[in-house]
């Protein structure tokens, strides 16, 4: 059986993950011509390239994208292994991938980011899009939160729920509904923006006004909440949006909010984590700093759980 070096695990996911020799030599603390040697060993023990010219920088070969989640997962559990009973926050190099909607970012993100650079300045938080919902990343270690109204199960999935939030109504300064009494019946008569990452024209809000024998007339669809307060301050368009948004639709939009005149089912804003993570000290100081900040948006209208 061939000895590995687990040396070369570490340098592999650090070439992977700044696809440049000089950046992963900087990260490990070695030199350029010492990590350019271990990419020749790695490429030896793989039988793959790994890392291909292409103009001045380098690229990953499909191989190497094939396996490059799974290498950075090994690498963050093999470090909290060895850091997790002496753990020293301050020192921690690290990026903390966070999946999260774009909206919850805007609300959260930088509160999230001054708590968690407070003590372990070496984390970088790295939000990415939702894209689809599946528990592949989490697995690999690709992403490493969830951060949202997540739908995943199972036990792969550990769910922290962090607080509910309501839907509110947003429109421009001068709309009718900015001056008048808002009831069911002028809300569903107006014209109307969907937020919907599927591309759905309806939603709880439907639901809630069929029940009264009223329909709104969807207008125009967009794939996000952010990109519906944009629409509505610049049009008659009425939007709803999560109450723990109206904050920046009020002071970055300059947008009346509104209490919506039918109540429909809230979102259940929740982190989500691969069990493997529970106990490993970066991951949960992450988390508790999540969980701390998102709090804070209960003050915005969310329900504290």
Known sequence: MQVFDMNLLLALDSLLTHESVTEAAE??????PAVSRTLGRIREL???????RAGRGLVPTPKALEIRARVHALTQEAR???????????????TFTIRSE???VAAVGTPITVAVRAKAPGITLCFAP???ESVGPLREGSIDLDLGDIKLRGPEVKIQQLFRSQFVGVVRPGHRLARARITA????????????????????????????????NV????????????AAATSDLVAAIPDFFARTASTLFGLHVF???VTSNPLRISQAWHPRFDADPVHRFVRGCVRTECQHLNGYGGLQT
């Open 259 to 261: 209490p919506l005149p």
């Open 46 to 52: 793989m039988g793959d390239p790994i890392m291909v």
């Open 130 to 132: 939702q894209g689809e």
């Open 185 to 216: 019946k002028n809300f569903a008569e107006q014209d109307h923006i969907s937020a919907s990452r599927r591309g759905l024209p309806w939603g709880p809000i439907d639901n809630a006004l069929i029940k009264l024998g009223l329909k709104r």
């Open 27 to 32: 990260a490990l603390n070695l030199s350029v």
């Open 102 to 104: 774009e909206t919850l």
């Open 80 to 94: 909290s292994l060895v850091t997790a009973s002496a753990i020293s926050l301050s020192e921690v190099k690290r």
């Open 219 to 230: 207008a125009l669809i967009v794939p996000s909440f952010y990109a519906a307060l944009t």
